[in-house]
Structures are given as C-alpha cells and as structure tokens.
C-alpha cells in the first residue's frame, strides 16, 4: 500500500520560511514525480512545484525565486524550502507522488503565515 506523509508546516511571520519534508513509500517501482499541491480556503487547488527524476521541477509563478523544490531519491523524499513567505502562501500543501503524475496524495499539512 503506497503511504505519503508531510511534516514541516506551521505558523510563520511574513518574510519568514519553512521546510516542508515528505516521504513516498509502499510502491514496487519508484516515484518518478513527486511535488507539492496547495489550497487555500474558498480558492482552487493550486500546483506549487513539481519535480522529475530527470528533468527541472516546475514553478508556480506566484512561488519562482521564493520556493525550491528538491528531492533525495534514494529515499524517496521530496523538500519543499519556502522562502520569503507570505500570507497569500497559507494554505494547506499536499504532497503527492507517482509514476507519471501525482497519483497518491498525503494528508496535508497547514502552513499559515500571519503576523
């Protein structure tokens, strides 16, 4: 049974940042793509950033050159470093994992970035 767990979300000033982790597991083959959905109250789910064993990850354009996207294969784990944070960035992130898209989400984790 595939799992995928978040952890890092929290309560962050704006300007601030935080590190979003998140582990795939249970699959027999890897995870080729891995990234990070968002959603807001009374807003449409939203992709953050998505990354390929083999190609550059894919910004939103509201995220570029505040948010980075990595990964460590070996452990199928995929990063989510946000920074420069802002109070349009609370949402709740999901995680997802799959072969050829995000086909197994987490649970989510609530990031809120307040004053």
């Known amino acids: 049974q595939v799992q995928v767990a978040e952890s890092g979300g929290g309560l962050v000033q704006p300007g601030g940042s935080l590190r979003l982790s998140c582990a795939a597991s249970g699959s027999i083959f890897s995870f080729n793509v891995m990234g990070w959905y968002r959603q807001a109250p009374g807003k449409q789910r939203e992709l953050v950033a998505a990354?390929?064993?083999?190609?550059?990850?894919n910004y939103a354009d509201s995220v570029k050159d505040r948010f980075t996207i990595s990964r460590d294969n070996a452990k199928n784990t995929v990063y989510l470093q946000m920074n420069s944070l802002k109070p349009d960035d609370t949402a709740v992130y999901y995680c997802g994992a799959g072969k050829w898209d995000l086909d197994y989400w987490g649970q989510g984790t609530q990031v809120t970035v307040s004053s």
């Open positions: 990354i390929t064993r083999d190609n550059p990850p």
